[in-house]
């Protein structure tokens, strides 16, 4: 354990300055767990939910696998939206992706790298269902597109889960949305207008679909 005391350092570092600028700071977080947000994003290293968004622990229920992937047979995910819904009551459920994800890079290349590859066919059918548009746009552009559809897709599934279904039967109040991260300049983009209700699902979807493809083509 000792190469990795350095981490260990770091924790108390940073532990005792927040003691420091907030002395109940810990008392108040050990009480309850009450995030408004839920933040589906990518494994990628660079982008961390709490500090790109400028939240503190506390603030925002997390799940990230690579590619920001919500399948439908993933119990992990479905289980993280139905906690953070059922029990922990979010308000809004965030599907972040980045640009140059490798996950999606991977896909468009066709490169094979192992185990994960069974993962990223959930990217592949997202490529697939919208090869068409893709053949349409440049190349240079491609992978940022493919990235933004991914997202899109992805929160569709989060809007076409059970859980979510349920939520809006019975009125709660929940929006989806579908972000995307540039790591060449730390900003993140809405690409859509947030879904709040079964009626929404299908609109918002061609909208942010449509928009994507505009993008690409200007």
Known sequence: MSDLNHLLDQNRSWASQVITDDPDFFKRLNLIQSPEYLWIGCSDSRVPANQITGMQ???VFVHRNVAN???HGDLNCLSTIQFAVDMLKVKHIIVCGHYGCGGVQVTLSGQRIGLVDNWLRHVGDVMDKHQAALDGVPEHVKLDVLCELNVIEQALN????????????RGQQVKVHAWIYALQDGRLRALNAGIGALDDVGPDYRSAV???LVRARD
């Open 69 to 71: 992937v919500v399948a």
């Open 210 to 212: 449509d928009a994507c």
């Open 57 to 59: 622990p506390g603030e």
């Open 158 to 169: 989060v809007c076409q889960s059970t859980v979510m279904t349920d939520a809006w039967r």
